[in-house]
């Protein structure tokens, strides 16, 4: 198994920035591609951003291509998600999520088996 804690959210004035990280823990050779994912109050939850094993290839969601990166430190088991140019719809809980296929096996037809707890991003106006 695969455990994933999310930090770095909080409360952010609209334009501001922030950076998300995600940690991986446990079985930390066992999975691949990671990604991002969001839920806003009486929404449905969201893709955000994924990216490859490797790190070299990335997807967006329409809604953030431009202001948001997602990077990752396979060295450190870490992925990141930076958010700049925020806006009040981007609040939300984030969460992250891994592949528990190894490498880029599956990319990016990604299906994600490991999720965290969730850090809560608010933006206000």
């Known amino acids: 198994q695969v455990q994933l804690a999310e930090s770095g959210g909080g409360l952010v004035q609209s334009g501001g920035s922030l950076r998300l990280s995600c940690a991986a823990s446990g079985r930390t050779f066992a999975y691949g591609a990671m990604g991002w994912f969001r839920q806003a109050p009486g929404k449905e939850r969201e893709f955000v951003a994924s990216?490859?094993?490797?790190?070299?290839?990335?997807y967006y969601a329409d809604s953030v291509r431009g202001r948001f990166t997602i990077s990752r430190d396979n060295a450190k088991n870490t992925v990141y998600l930076q958010m700049n140019s925020l806006k009040p719809e981007d609040t939300a809980v984030y969460y992250c999520?891994?592949?528990?296929?190894?490498?880029?096996?599956?990319?990016?037809?990604?299906?994600?088996?490991?999720w965290g707890q969730g850090t809560q991003v608010t933006v206000s106006s």
């Open positions: 999520a891994a592949d528990s296929v190894r490498y880029d096996s599956r990319w990016p037809n990604v299906e994600y088996d490991y």
């Open positions: 990216i490859s094993w490797r790190g070299g290839s990335t």
